[in-house]
């Protein structure tokens, strides 16, 4: 019997370029990869976060994006119970660890290196059985719920597009559902998405609702995140 296809391990990013040193660069390899891939490739290479999370040793370039939201919103500090929904490959949990979460549970589709004391499930945050799997990690419920989950694309625009919020609603009800009084969620968004409907019913549940466009999220991408503080409870 054959064996099933090996998942990709997401692991952190090690090497390259420093900040802001000389021209941009060029791929030579770029026969070898389709025009997107290449584009992809290079723009990461040349791109000053992502150099700056290597120096540092994070393993994505998403973690200053919650960095700043942190400096703003002072969400994460020690006591706190922290929960990160799509956390691969880790650049967020690093950060809240980082900053003295100790109680912190994340899930996604993909594997993930350890990153102790971390817990990590390996499922779809989606499947009804992983929100509690979640709090039973936890050992309680949480005072924030980050969401940083991204669908992968199909080419389509419109499931695309209804994936994606799908993706936000279910981590809103998630919180709803979870969060201690005075919480807080934090969710990666799109700006023209039809966000509204979500938008309103955090509205009512917590004190304050903000769009947030962290300088670490890329300007030509239409990604924004929504900051609910203030969980009025259920
Ligand atoms: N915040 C992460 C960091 O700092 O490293 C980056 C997250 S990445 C932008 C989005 C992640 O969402 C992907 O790893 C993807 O596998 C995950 N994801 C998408 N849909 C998911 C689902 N239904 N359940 C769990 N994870 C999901």
New binding site residues.
């Given amino acids: 019997m054959s064996e099933p296809p090996r998942k990709r391990m ?1 692991r952190p990013p090690t090497g390259g370029a420093e900040e802001g040193r000389g021209k941009p660069a060029r791929l030579k390899t770029a026969k070898l990869r389709t025009p997107s891939s290449q584009a992809w490739l290079e723009r990461q290479i040349n791109d000053p976060f992502a150099a700056r999370a290597r120096a540092h040793g ?3 370039r ?2 200053y ?2 960095a700043e939201i942190d400096d703003k919103f002072r969400l994460l500090r020690p006591g706190a119970r922290v929960v ?12 809240a660890i980082e900053r003295g979460v100790t109680a912190i549970a994340g ?4 594997p993930v290196e350890p990153l102790p004391p971390a817990q990590i499930l390996e ?5 009804p059985a ?1 929100g509690p799997r979640l709090i039973e990690l936890l050992g309680g419920p949480p005072d924030v719920v ?1 969401s ?5 694309t199909v080419g389509h625009k419109q499931t695309d597009h209804l994936r994606i919020v799908g ?1 936000i609603e ?1 981590a809103a009800d998630f919180a709803v559902e979870v969060l201690k009084p005075g919480g807080a969620f934090v969710a ?1 968004a799109f700006q023209g998405g039809e966000t509204s409907e979500v938008i309103a019913r955090l509205k009512q549940r917590f004190a304050d609702v903000r769009n947030v466009k962290p300088k670490a999220s890329r300007a030509d991408s239409s990604e924004v995140y929504l900051v609910a503080t203030g969980f009025k409870g259920r």
Avoid: I
């Avoid at 899930?107 to 993909?110: E, P, T």
């Avoid at 499922?123 to 499947?127: E, G, N, P, Q, R």
């Avoid at 940083?148 to 992968?152: K, L, Q």
């Fill in positions: 997401v994070y393993r994505s998403a973690a994006k919650l990160d929904l799509g956390l691969a490959p880790g650049g967020w949990t690093q950060v899930v996604d589709l993909l499922m779809d945050f989606t499947d992983c980050l940083d989950m991204a669908p992968n993706l279910a990666k």
